[in-house]
């Protein structure tokens, strides 16, 4: 990690959206953002994140998010983030930063992955900062945990670490891993509206108040190492199996906070419900769900068409779109200014 040039220059980047087979739930620190317990996910090909970032003149950060000035959290999130780049550059400029997410934001599909991820090697390669693969990775966790993981393309595995604070900031990054399977994710958009509690702070009362949060640490720990097996052997259906028992665990565990964090909402029961019937039809396929009522199916590539046309069928999903492992971030475009 090396302070270089200082030439200034537009720099873009584009990351993609993770969905996490084993999931993230429950930091050990909030500040540093370090998780209870390891996660795995596989990034996307759909839904990138475009990031431009340039330094300028002003005394503070800039933000737009799809052309709108950004303000209020979302702003100080992401200035608190580049105070950690700036840190590490020993860089004082201010940056102007344009996000174009196509994903709709806050809706359970995890722009904050994308976004972080693009951000974190946007704006280390502004302001001349050498850093890749688990640094970087450990970096993006920073802005937001998940984001840790959409460095890479295919699957990746988050290690949690230990420790706590800047003794722990190091040891909890992502790295890819390799799998055997040829997998398709067929995402299931019921909603598109922002949540109705974040995935924050939903996170931060499942710790603090459920009573299932150390079972769900420990299941979860079991539910991984089974899963890298699975992943290693190709075992879809195994994979299917681990995956949609551990993301039913994650939501049992916050129904159980006080008061309950329900994302699962009456339209999530109904996809899940036709997916048991797929299985019982005879099609391999599973689902997970994250800080949202969207559904993602995990199935064969082979079997994504007819099972997003089962999805299509029913009157509660306003979309159905079919994903595949995606590339890990990258730099778009670099122009000296
Ligand atoms: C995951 N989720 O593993 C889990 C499953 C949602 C459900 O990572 O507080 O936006 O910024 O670290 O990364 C969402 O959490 O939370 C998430 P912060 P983040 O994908």
């Not at 972080?116 to 937001?144: E, H, K, M, N, W």
Request: proline share 4%; with cysteine; aromatic share 4%.
């Amino acid at each position: 990690m090396t302070s270089t040039s200082i030439r200034p220059s537009t720099v873009t980047a584009v990351a993609h959206p993770n969905i996490a087979l084993i999931k993230y739930w429950g930091k050990r620190d909030e500040e540093y953002i370090l998780p209870c317990s390891d996660s795995l996910s596989i990034t996307l090909d759909i839904y990138p994140t475009t990031t431009t970032v340039w330094t300028h003149d002003g005394a503070a950060d800039q933000l737009t998010i799809n052309g709108v000035p950004a303000d209020g959290g979302a702003l100080r999130r992401v200035e608190q983030f580049l105070e950690l780049v700036r840190a590490r550059a020993q860089r004082p400029e201010r940056l102007v930063v344009e996000t174009v997410n196509t994903v709709p934001t806050g809706a359970g599909l995890a722009s904050s992955a994308s976004g972080f991820a693009a951000l974190a090697l946007a704006a280390t390669r502004v302001y001349g900062l050498d850093i890749q693969d688990v640094t970087l990775s450990a970096l993006a966790r920073r802005g937001s945990g998940s984001a840790s993981r959409s460095v890479y393309g295919g699957f990746s595995i988050w290690h949690a670490g230990t420790g706590r604070g800047a003794a722990g900031d190091s040891g909890s990054y992502a790295e890819p891993i390799d799998a055997a399977v040829d997998l398709a994710l067929v995402v299931a958009v019921v909603e598109t509206a922002a949540k109705p509690i974040s995935s924050r702070e939903a996170m931060s009362r499942t710790v603090r108040t459920s009573p299932l949060f150390r079972a769900w640490v420990e299941s979860s720990r079991l539910d991984l190492a089974a899963m890298r097996a699975a992943l290693r052997r190709g075992d879809l259906d195994t994979i299917g199996e681990i995956a949609e028992r551990n993301a039913l665990g994650m939501h049992a565990t916050m129904l159980a906070a006080r008061p309950a964090v329900r994302y699962l909402s009456q339209a999530s029961l109904t996809v899940l419900d036709r997916v048991a019937e797929l299985r019982r039809a005879g099609v391999g396929a599973y689902a997970t769900v994250d800080a949202g009522p969207n559904v993602k199916v995990i199935c064969a590539k082979a079997a994504a068409d007819a099972v997003a046309t089962a999805l299509r069928e029913l009157t509660v999903t306003r979309e159905v779109i079919v994903a595949g492992p995606g590339p890990g971030a990258r730099i778009t475009a670099e122009e000296p200014r």
